[in-house]
């Protein structure tokens, strides 16, 4: 089972950046889509993005971030979710998740996903 390990949360006040970061024990991201989702105090854990390969370079992304946050990968072992124009509404842990089915995109809840990390504390002071 693939291990995943978040980074790169911290303190920002609105308007802010953040980049965090998903490192995984092995050479995954080509054939598993890879997920960010976040969990605010007492509410649900929710999707924010993903990224897919099959049939081409897919990311797909969560209404409420979409245009502020970006996510990429590098070399099948790390994931970036770039965070930009931070809100408030975006305190929350984040954590990266692998898909479950292999070559399988298009999902975006947490069901579907598995190997979850430990998460990073994103907090946006206004």
């Known amino acids: 089972q693939v291990q995943l390990v978040e980074s790169g949360g911290g303190v920002v006040q609105a308007g802010g950046s953040l980049r965090l970061s998903c490192a995984a024990s092995e050479h995954t991201f080509n054939s598993y889509t890879m997920g960010w989702f976040r969990q605010a105090p007492g509410k649900d854990r929710e999707f924010v993005a993903a990224?897919?390969?099959?049939?081409?370079?897919?990311k797909y992304y969560a209404d409420s971030v979409k245009g502020r946050f970006t996510i990429s990968s590098v070399n099948a072992t790390l994931v970036y979710l770039q965070m930009n124009s931070l809100k408030p509404e975006d305190t929350a842990v984040y954590y990266c998740?692998?898909?479950?089915?292999?070559?399988?995109?298009?999902?975006?809840?947490?069901?579907?996903?598995?190997?979850w990390g430990q998460g990073t504390q994103v907090i946006v002071s206004s």
């Open positions: 990224h897919g390969w099959k049939g081409g370079d897919n």
């Open positions: 998740a692998k898909e479950r089915l292999i070559n399988y995109q298009g999902r975006d809840y947490p069901g579907a996903f598995e190997a």
